[in-house]
């Protein structure tokens, strides 16, 4: 097959929601229908529980776990499925802002009772930064919820999206009758019986008709037509391309639990959804039809075996094709790297493969070569764009709790760095290191890992920080901005990268910040340009 083609089969896409929304179980109905799992239940939630199990342990269930479903790809139809993983607890965040930069579309999924929730906005608000495609999916219809009308309404003003529904519930909860499907005009009827629904589709071209009234009840069929009416005229009609645009998000409306909705959500889905998009570096566009490959690393995953130190560097490729023992340009440290054992990620295992196309995901096996954000390419030099970092929201000095250890921990704290688990901030001031994070979870991560696979013991010590901006000066040499770096000596530090920060104590002298030294631009973004 030619690469084109082979190119245009790939959908590669983020579920992302809320924790609770019903990710898992939506993930886990796309595969039964890839025919790549065979029951329910086998698609591990990588949920962080709370209760019996001390953290450190669920943790490490949780790594566990999350490489497994990292990426879980199917066919469907003449589609190549690949399902990237985004962690919904927000001490993760960071995990799913990047992974985010490895996807060319996302599902969102929200919780017909629960609405709008907060994870769901900040996620869907990176999603349009990047212009990145969305569907959305309202589940849980077998239960109680909000009405749909106001449900739309709260997407759009909530989650700042344009939306236009492509089906319509009839009926919800207990009286749920099933979905009028806007799309392929026809009716799906609810038995609750997950078994049955996929079966159970009856076209309706013309809702007009008293067959309607016979099938779901006069009631529920007048009120659809009053809702299919209400909805032509307020909502704008499908245009794929303003779809793509990140300009106009479809929504659907199902139960992932009875795998109602579903395969209209996935049909749908394939015949919407991009396939492979273009991507920026720093000197150019990269097609994916181009023959060279290139790709960039944007998740790192450790061994789950600490007496190995080799890590999993996830690659999204960007253009062309990854080969098994080709030597590839690794661009930062401008080294030549070949691989003997590429991972491909299929359903939930992962195999070696010789070749996979623009658009997949590639694990590899590295010992310490990569930074989350590096490119690969066939010789070229360019650097993709866009793993920025966020301001992290918590911050603690740490410190070496075992002086004939310091090498080892200095290494751990970089390699952990390096895979995008916390940044490290250092105080301009006295040297001293800060470990900031989006969530508390993280130190007890960092803890254990230091100890387990470097053996190095670390205490933290509390550091009274709101924010870490970014300082971007209009120019380095003016006063003011001299100025700004005496007065705020105490609280600058260099990230990982070397750039300059100012860890702000609080909202406050933020913005006192900004008043008093107007021309010193502060970002809570690492990269602003
Ligand atoms: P995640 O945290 O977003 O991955 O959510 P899960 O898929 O783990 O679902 C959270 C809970 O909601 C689980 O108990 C699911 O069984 C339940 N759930 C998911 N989809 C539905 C649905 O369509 N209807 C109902 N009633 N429950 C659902």
Known sequence: MSLQKEISKRRTFGIISHPDAGKTTLTEKLLLFGGAIQE?????????????TSDFMEIERQRGISVATSVLAFNYRDKKINILDTPGHKDFAEDTFRTLTAVDSVIVVIDVA????????????????????????INKLDREGKDAFDLLDEVEQKLGLRVTPLSFPIGMGYDFKGIY???????????????????????????????????????HAESLRENLELTYEVYPDFDRDAYLKGELQPVFFGSALNNFGVRELLDCFIELAPAPRPKQSNTRLVDPNEEAFSGFVFKIHANMDPKHRDRLAFIKIVSGTFERNKPYLHVRNKKKLKFSSPNAFFAEKKEIVDI???????????????????????????????????????FRYINNADPMKSKQLEKGIDQL??????????????????IGTVGALQYEVIQYRLEHEYGAKCTYENFPVFKACWIEPEDPKNE?????????QKFLAKDKKGQLVFLADSPFSIDMAKQKYPSVKLHYVSEYK
């Open 356 to 394: 996979s196309y623009a658009g997949d995901i590639v694990g590899l096996h590295d010992t310490g070569n990569f930074k989350i954000g590096d490119t690969l390419t066939e010789g070229e030099e360019m650097l993709f764009k866009g793993i920025p970092s966020f301001s992290p929201e918590h």
């Open 480 to 488: 003011e901005y001299q100025e700004f770096l005496r007065v705020k």
């Open 181 to 219: 499907n806007i799309w392929e005009k026809n009716i799906n009827l609810f038995s609750g019986d997950s078994r049955k629904n996929i079966e159970e589709t009856i076209a309706f071209d013309d809702v007009e008709s008293p067959e309607l009234d016979e099938l779901i009840g006069e009631a």
């Open 114 to 137: 629960k609405g709008v929730e907060e994870q769901t906005e900040k996620l869907v608000e990176v999603c349009r930064m990047r212009n990145i495609p969305m569907i959305v999916f």
């Open 417 to 434: 760095m390096d895979e995008g688990v916390a940044q490290l901030f250092t105080l301009e001031l006295n040297g001293r290191k800060i």
């Open 40 to 52: 329910a239940g086998a698609v591990k939630s990588n949920k962080i529980k709370k209760g019996a």
